[in-house]
């Protein structure tokens, strides 16, 4: 089973959410997912759009064409975002 996760900024700009009962540490916890070969993704028009820069989003994150989602979604058993 293959997943994937779709989100991928080091500091979002959403409150920070609590998990399990600890604070939410995504950009780490998504480097994490990403060394053990899940793959993390990001619609490239969405953060140009925002302003975002390449070098602020997680370094083993890929972009993705928002034509291509549907298809890229397709390919996996399970989709987990934020």
């Known amino acids: 089973m293959r997943s994937t996760i779709w989100c991928s900024a080091r500091t979002p700009a959403a409150s920070p959410l609590a998990t399990g009962g600890r604070p939410s540490r995504r950009a780490s916890d998504l480097a994490a997912l990403a060394a053990k070969g899940v793959d ?43």
């Open 40 to 82: 993390i993704c990001y619609v490239a028009e969405d953060v140009a759009e925002r302003g975002i820069e390449r070098n602020e989003l997680i370094n083993s994150a890929q972009p993705v064409a928002r034509a291509a989602v549907g298809e890229l979604l397709g390919r996996y058993d399970r989709v987990w975002y934020w």
